[in-house]
């Protein structure tokens, strides 16, 4: 069993930062691809930016310059420096792993951006 658990959402004003990490636990030797998603209301669930095992990154086209993934993997845990933050990125941010195959998400974590 493989848990997900997410952490630092958050309000924050227009302009502003936040820092979500996602921690990954139970019967884990290798995550190929860590991720996160983010689904605002009445929207469809979309990919913010995922990173492989060697750190080979991929971004939304709307988040570019703006966020950076990272991860650890002694830790198993990845994260998400969001910066310069927009109304737009309001939205649950879900963690994603991919681990043997198998997809596996956290229970996501609220991030509101006021204006």
């Known amino acids: 069993q493989v848990h997900l658990v997410e952490s630092g959402g958050g309000l924050v004003q227009a302009g502003g930062s936040l820092r979500p990490s996602c921690a990954a636990s139970?019967?884990?030797?290798?995550?190929?691809?860590m991720g996160w998603y983010r689904q605002a209301p009445g929207k469809r669930r979309e990919l913010v930016a995922r990173?492989?095992?060697?750190?080979?990154?991929n971004y939304a086209d709307s988040v570019k310059g703006r966020f950076t993934i990272s991860r650890d993997n002694a830790k198993n845990t990845v994260y998400l420096q969001m910066n310069s933050l927009k109304p737009e990125d309001t939205a649950v941010y879900y963690c994603?792993?991919?681990?043997?195959?198998?997809?596996?998400w956290g229970q996501g974590t609220q991030v509101t951006v006021s204006s």
């Open positions: 139970g019967s884990i030797f290798s995550i190929n691809v």
């Open positions: 990173i492989t095992s060697g750190g080979t990154t």
């Open positions: 994603n792993a991919v681990i043997y195959g198998s997809e596996y």
